[in-house]
């Protein structure tokens, strides 16, 4: 079965920096990942789907890339209402979340 | 605008069933899958299953094997209201329990519920 890790686990940065975060795939998944932005005590919200779609509504600042096993989510400014979880999900079959990555501002 | 809005806090002594709802509105009810997705405290999201709405095929469901034989996914479409039933609760079920749905057929979600606290405690 397909396994996803994350990286970092966590992160803190200052507002309008670039920020990165990494998703791996165990195997290949095609372009079948999405991103997810949890903030405490709310449900997901979904901000990019098939690796590089931007959700409608979702900011520009906001990007994705990658195919196949390698992943990355990028927030080209950081804001302070970016502070949040962050999940990556494949859908290449059953869905799996990855154990997701904590953005804090410094 | 599409909404799916969930049935209230519950709490469950181990070995008891809980059903919780799911209502969606602002859509056609029965042209989108609905997925269950739980998130334990502190931790990480777990898929659950995944129930079908349609006439097509009444009441199509696909659960996880983990929850195989202990979970049942139905769907009301006179009232567009998704359910999830878990029975034999353990301790470990203590979770947050979301309705979610499908984007275009796709395994991924595009609406969530506000999410349903679970605790299961003796």
Redesign the interface.
């Known amino acids: 079965a397909v396994q996803l890790t994350q990286s970092p686990s966590s992160l803190s940065a200052s507002v309008g920096d670039r920020v990165t975060i990494t998703c791996r795939a165990s195997q290949g998944i095609s372009s079948a990942l999405a991103w997810y932005q949890q903030k405490p005590g709310k449900a997901p919200n979904l901000l990019i789907y098939d690796a590089s779609t931007l959700q409608s509504g979702v900011p520009t600042r906001f990007s994705g890339s990658g195919s196949g096993t390698d992943f990355t989510l990028t927030i080209s400014s950081l804001q302070p209402e970016d502070c949040a979880t962050y999940f990556c999900q494949q859908f290449n079959g059953y869905p799996l979340f990855g154990p997701g990555t904590k953005v804090e501002i410094k | 605008q599409v909404q799916l809005v969930q049935s209230g806090a519950e709490v469950k002594k181990p070995g008891a069933s809980v059903k919780v709802s799911c209502k969606a509105s602002g859509y056609s009810f029965t042209n989108f899958y609905i997925?269950w997705?739980r998130q334990a405290p502190g931790q990480?999201?777990?898929?659950m299953g995944i129930v079908n709405p349609s006439g097509y095929y009444t009441d199509y469901t696909d659960y996880?094997r983990k929850f195989q034989g202990r979970v049942t996914m139905t769907a009301d479409t006179s009232t567009s209201t998704v359910y999830l039933e878990l029975n034999n609760l353990k301790s470990d079920d203590t979770a947050v329990y979301?309705c979610?749905r499908d984007?275009d057929f796709?395994?991924?979600?595009?609406y969530?519920?506000?999410?349903t606290l679970v605790t299961v405690s003796s």
Not at chain 2, 112 to 115: E, F, I, L, N, Y
Request: no cysteine.
């Open positions: 997925h997705v990480g999201l777990e898929w996880a979301y979610a984007a796709r395994y991924y979600f595009d969530w519920g506000q999410g």
